[in-house]
């Protein structure tokens, strides 16, 4: 089993839809979870980062983490065809270790 | 914020030749550095952590012989692809942390093509 496992998709929505990006993970030991952006052939754009379990929002997007069921979401409300991108989790032990460990990504398209 | 600047974006070389790519971080010292490889339609793969003042630390399975780590000043790590050959043909990028609140910054990646 992957300690980060994340629905490849892909996902395809209309604009203006609300996507909902999902990862799960294994390990409880998981404190710093990111979700980034990435365009075809270019490098991952962070877009959100949270500490432990709880809510952020910024703009269009929230993060959520609920580490009791080992579960985070990214949503994207109002979304463009700027949007379409593959979108990663990524997570992260602790300040002792400093590897992150992804979630495959998922490929969204916003049909405009 | 942070910026992490990649080069080269993109570099054609012959097979048996070796190649450099260089990660710099712009507004602010990186003492670590990471080395991600990427396949088509697939997640990063970390190769190595490379250290300021001292050796890189190599994943399992990634020859430290064929992917030589360099990471002189607190600003630059490079990356030397010796030898290649064309299954060494991939998207290779790095990433630096400006601090753990901060999250990861990867650069532009460098797409290498071996012909």
């Known amino acids: 089993q992957k300690e980060v496992e994340q629905d490849p998709g892909p996902l395809s929505v209309p604009e203006g839809a609300i996507v909902s990006l999902n990862c799960t993970y294994s390990n409880s030991a998981f404190q710093y979870f990111m979700w980034y952006r990435q365009y075809s052939r270019k490098g991952p754009e962070l877009l959100m980062y949270?500490?432990?379990?709880g809510n952020k929002e910024d703009g269009r997007f929230t993060a959520q983490v609920d580490k009791s069921s080992k579960y985070i979401s990214l949503f994207i409300r109002d979304s463009q065809p700027s949007d379409s991108a593959t979108y990663l989790c990524a997570m992260r032990k602790g300040s002792a270790t400093n590897k992150l460990i992804f979630g495959t990504g998922t490929l969204l398209a916003v049909q405009p | 914020g942070a910026v992490v600047s990649q080069h080269p974006s993109r570099v054609i070389c012959k097979s048996g030749t070796s190649v450099k790519i260089e990660c710099r971080s712009l507004d602010f010292q990186a003492t670590t550095m990471f080395w991600y490889r990427q396949f088509p339609k697939q997640s990063l793969m970390l190769m190595a952590t490379?250290?300021?003042?001292?050796?890189?630390?190599?994943e399992q399975g990634v020859e430290k012989d064929k992917f030589l780590i360099n990471h002189a000043s607190l600003t630059l790590s490079t990356l030397t692809v010796t030898s290649a050959h064309p299954e060494d043909s991939s998207f290779y990028i790095c990433s630096a942390e400006k601090g753990i609140q901060h999250g990861y910054t990867f650069g532009s990646g460098t797409r290498l093509t071996v012909v």
């Open positions: 949270t500490y432990s379990s």
């Open positions: 490379s250290n300021e003042g001292s050796k890189a630390t190599y």
